[in-house]
């Protein structure tokens, strides 16, 4: 009887072992991520406003934080041609950074070597596969309050990537320095 429960604890204790995952949980990678987006934001002196400016003029420092989390600041907010829902063709370019993990800089928008970006508005998924992993609800966010040739810079939470790509299933969140919509004619 003592070997058998001898032999049931030694299982049980290997099993536990064997289900200790290095993965991180979902909120890890929550907490993760708001220390990382609070740790840009006092870096880069961000001031987060509670509402968009009456008069849509942002300062080079402010954002507004969207109802989905996503941090917005317009730039310029192009020609006053607005994104027509689910029918609207955009080709985006951007500059972008990681906050967490591989840190390194994307670059669409000044490398001429680099396809754009293509979705569909509010479709939000790549009509390529050339930067794929950034389009989502996050890098249209930006569509509602802007028009065609448009500047906008984004903080986008991992959870408003579109799902199974890296960004979404690594919890990381990305900076977009500059993101320029322009409409497919």
């Known amino acids: 009887m003592k070997k058998g429960f ?20 979902y909120t890890d990678m929550l907490k993760a991520e ?11 002196g961000i001031e987060v406003l509670d509402d968009y400016p ?13 109802d989905n989390d996503v941090y917005l600041n317009v ?23 990681p906050l967490l993990g591989d840190t390194s800089s994307f670059n669409t928008l000044s490398e001429s070597n680099t396809f754009p970006v293509e ?8 009509k390529t596969s050339y930067y794929a992993d950034f389009v989502g609800e996050g890098l ?16 986008v939470p991992f959870k ?8 979404n299933t690594n ?3 990305v900076y977009f320095k500059k993101v320029r919509y322009i409409f497919e004619k």
Do not use: H, M, W
């Not at 032999?7 to 536990?16: D, E, K, N, R």
């Not at 009456?54 to 969207?66: A, R, S, T």
């Open 6 to 25: 001898n032999f049931l604890l030694i299982v049980c204790a290997a099993l536990v072992a064997i289900s200790c995952s290095k993965t991180k949980t």
């Open 34 to 44: 708001k220390k990382a987006i609070n740790r840009l934001i006092d870096e880069e």
């Open 54 to 66: 009456e008069d849509g003029v942002f300062k080079p420092n402010q954002f507004v934080k969207l």
């Open 75 to 97: 730039i310029d907010s192009g020609n006053g041609q607005r994104a027509v829902l689910g029918q609207t063709q955009v080709l985006c370019r951007f500059i972008a950074k």
């Open 119 to 126: 979705f569909t508005y509010g479709i939000n998924q790549p």
């Open 140 to 155: 249209a966010s930006g569509l509602a309050y802007v028009g065609d040739s448009s500047y906008v810079k984004l903080i």
């Open 160 to 167: 408003r990537f579109t799902q199974q790509t890296y960004f």
């Open 171 to 173: 919890g990381i969140p």
